[in-house]
Every structure is written in C-alpha cells, then in structure tokens.
C-alpha cells in the first residue's frame, strides 16, 4: 500500500512505532499531489515548505503524544489559517491574508496536524458542485468528467484521491455530507454549536459548522475529537465535555432502533440509489438494529425554507465585502460607484443571486411574508426531528438522490442544483448532527452514500451506528482508480 492511502488510524500506528516518518509520510502526499491534482484540482493553495518543515520539527520529537502528530491534512478555503491566503474561493478575497488562524485550524495544529494545503470551494461555501469556484471546477476522482459535489468538494475530492488523509470542510445545507457521498467518503457535520466557527468565513451564521471528511468513520471520530468543543470566542459555542468519540466505535448496535423516513425516498430519485440505501438499511437489521418506519412530514418544505433564509443571512454577511477595508477594491468615481465596481467584479453570479434573493427576503413589506414565515417553518422541520427522536436513535435516508452529475450539466438550472441538497438541509435549519458514508455503487461505478442522522449532540450514537455498517460491509476500502 502506498503511503497515502493510508486512514489517519492507520498512519498513526506507523508513526508511532518508528516504521514511517512524518517527513516520509508528507512527502508521499505532496508527491500524490503532484501526480493527480492537475486532472483533481482540489487544491486553491498547496504549503509544501511549510509542511516539510513541520513534518522534520515532529520528527525531531515535536508534538510527542498528540492525536494527530505527523498526519497531513487539508483544510477548506473559508476557513483562516494565518499567513496563508483565504480566498473563499472568490476574487474579492484572492489576495486576503488572514493574520490569525480560525480555532479549528489551531486546534489541528495543536494536536500535531500537518497543514498541507486550502482545499478548492463553491464561492463563499454556495454551490453543490465546486463549479462556481472564482478560479477552476475541482473534478471527481472517480469519474473526472463529473462533480465531486460541493460546496466542500475540494476536500472530498483531495481525500478520495489520496492528496491528504483527512481534511476539514464547512456544512451549510449538506456541503461536507454530499460531497462525501459523491466521492465515496466519509462526511461528518457535527451538531450547530460542538465546534468553533470562530475564523469561518460566514454564509449563512445560524446554518453554519465546521465538517470533517475522512476515509473512514473511526478517522472521522478521531479529527472530530480534535476539533469539538467549546471557544469562549464564538458565541454560538456550546460549552459542553467533549466525549471520546472513538470510545463509541463497539461495533455493536443490538437493540438500537433505527428509523427510516418515508419522506427521503421520492419520485425521481436515482433506482440505484434507493436499492443500495435499502440493502444497508437491512444490513443493519441484521446486524440487530430494530427498524422503523418515521414520518418527518415537513420535508418538503425545507428547500424553500433553506433558500430564504440561507441568501438572507449571505446578504447580510457578506455586505462587509465594500472595496474599503479588506478584500478587493475597484475604485469608482465615487463611494457607491466604488462599491458597485468593487462586488460587481468580485462577486460571482451565484453569490450575486443569493445576495439578491437574501435582499428581497429582507426588504420592507416582504419580511413577515418570506423570512419569517420561513422561520416559523423551520421550528415545524425541528419539531419534526424531536418527535421522531423520540421513537428511534437514529435516522437512515440517502445522502443525495443520484450519484454525480457531469461538469457543466446543472450550472444554467439553479433550482436543479438546489435540489441536489434536499436530503441535506433540513439538518442544518434543525441543527442537529449526521455522517455521510458510502453504501454502494451505481452501475457505473460512483460511488452512493447513506446519511445516519442523529439528535442534537448525538455524534456518539450516529458514529456507533455508521461505524457498525462500515465494518459489516467492504464499501469504505475501496480507492477511485487514478
């Protein structure tokens, strides 16, 4: 096995046991890089000097004892890492430097973490496909004339291509779930408030969380270990013990009740998709998990819900970017000219859109008949999630309705692209947890992925399950073919 296959479990034994370094181990990832990521672009910014550098520090007794000591990760390029560009994939930030890194970013430094590079994403996190990066589409690895989905499909597709062991992404409406279901990864979006967004760039401030993508679940456990937890600055943070999530991982679900909601599986969905999610779903009957048929019936309503409030609260984030304190500016004649020169130039046509639609939502006479009616639906989606968590312990539905699209096929339908997220959002308008992890294959060889969603601060339970099914199953150990 070539070193960057390697899980992040399975690179720490090495490490550990003096059988590989982490001078050895960053230099086969960089190396990887190198050979595929021409063809993968997942990278923005690659920091090979900086990670070497670190890596021979480590080798030289640095970090002694931390979880991640020596493992070379990617982070997504909304989230700050000081010194280093972040460029919310946008060119009003092509040039930002932050001076400070975000609290997940020093805490992944923290546990001994190799930074090698900002991942590639939708501009400022909005877009299910990474095409509407300012500067190139990131390709699947699997297939490279179709998506790695998005908004964080730079990271899943560094991770399923084997140019970093884990990397970090952020989860709005399913960024981090879906694209690691159409990259054949694992994807964890943890709970709003278990992890700092202190240092994320923000889209969408009550949607938000910092995911994490991984090859398999026990990684995904071990990152997020690292990185939950409570910040004292980011308000939203909850201050709650971080468990041990590995301590989950039993591998015994005997007795646990498992709901399926008949709401995930509709019309027009991928045949293969829903047979693969079936065929697990059964797997963990039989693994001891009593099934149960739920009902969250406002399903159908969070797309538009999503899509009010998401591009209200982009709006009002990202009417900091004015072309005077940081980030591009375009001088105009005048100040509002400036301000016109500067976003027309800088934003691209989604964030546009958004910013428009978000605007509108806002505006007098249209608030209380769009955003807040919005919210008001949003309190019926999370009563729907309390009430079915009062039945079962989880949840299972598919992740996405097919498998990745072609490049270029949804760009000119926006409402197609929308509903490539619509088993995904409504976890973030309730603020609860879920994990994407491949369950399967389509006939043409991309990968499926099956969400296990779990309550409020309930990752213990769903990484229990998830890890249940990966070890009862081959799916998770196999590699794309580049």
């Known amino acids: 096995m070539n070193l960057y296959e390697l899980t992040i479990h399975e690179a720490r034994r090495l490490l550990d046991a003096g059988e590989v370094s982490a001078e050895e181990l960053t230099e086969a990832v960089l190396a990887r890089i190198l050979e595929v990521d021409n063809d993968v672009q997942a990278y923005i910014t690659l920091m090979p000097e900086e990670a070497l ?33 972040t460029t ?54 699997w297939d490279l004339s179709r998506v790695p989905g998005g908004s964080s499909g730079g990271s899943a597709a560094a991770v399923a291509a084997g140019e970093c062991l884990g990397a970090l992404g952020t989860d709005t409406g399913g960024s981090v779930r879906q ?32 995911g994490v993508l991984t090859k398999d679940v026990t990684d995904a456990a071990i990152v997020l270990g690292v990185i939950a937890g409570h910040d004292p600055m980011d308000s939203t943070s909850v201050d709650a013990p971080v468990p041990d999530y590995t301590a989950a991982l039993t591998g015994d679900i005997r007795g646990m009740r498992v709901g399926v909601p008949k709401e995930y599986f509709i019309e027009g969905m991928q045949p293969e998709v829903e047979e693969a999610v079936r065929a697990a779903v059964d797997q963990l009957a039989d693994l001891g998990a009593e099934v149960v048929e739920v009902s969250l019936p406002h399903t159908d309503y969070a797309l538009p819900v999503y899509y009010l409030i998401a591009p209200a609260e982009a709006s009002a984030n990202l009417a900091r970017y004015d072309g005077v304190r940081y980030g591009l500016r375009v ?8 301000y016109k020169a500067t976003r027309g130039r800088g934003f691209g046509p989604e964030v546009k859109r958004r910013i428009m639609l978000g605007t509108y939502a806002l505006s007098a006479g249209y608030y209380d008949a769009y955003y807040l009616k919005a919210q008001k639906v949003r309190t019926l989606i999370k009563q729907d999630f309390d009430r ?46 879920g994990l994407s992890l491949p369950c399967g294959f389509d006939r043409q060889g991309l990968p499926i992925g099956m969400q296990v969603i779990g309550p409020a601060f309930g990752e213990e339970t769903v990484l229990r399950v998830a890890y249940a099914y990966e070890q009862a199953t081959e799916w998770h150990k196999r590699r794309c073919g580049l």
Do not use: W
């Open 53 to 85: 550098e670190q890596a021979r520090a480590i080798d030289a007794g640095g970090g002694s004892g931390a979880p991640l000591r020596g493992i070379p990760l990617a982070v997504k390029d909304v989230l700050c890492t000081a010194g280093v560009p």
């Open 179 to 210: 694209p690691a279901a159409l990259c054949g990864v694992v994807g964890l979006k943890p709970t709003y408030g278990r992890v700092s967004r202190y240092g994320l760039v923000a889209f969408a401030s009550s949607l938000d969380q910092v």
């Open 388 to 433: 079915a968590f009062e039945q079962v312990d989880v949840i299972v539905a598919p992740t996405t309705p097919t498998t990745a699209f072609r490049l270029g096929e949804k760009v000119d339908d926006p409402l197609q692209m929308y509903l490539s997220d619509v088993f995904t959002l409504s976890m973030n308008l309730a603020g609860i947890c």
């Open 88 to 141: 919310c994939g946008s060119r009003i930030l092509e040039n930002f430097i932050p001076p400070y890194d975000a609290t997940v970013v020093a805490r992944l430094r923290a546990a001994g973490a190799i930074i090698i590079g900002k991942t590639n994403t939708d501009e400022f996190a909005m877009g299910s496909s990474t095409e509407n990066s300012a500067f190139f589409p990131t390709h699947n690895p």
């Open 331 to 338: 001088q105009g004649t005048d100040l509002e000219e400036t």
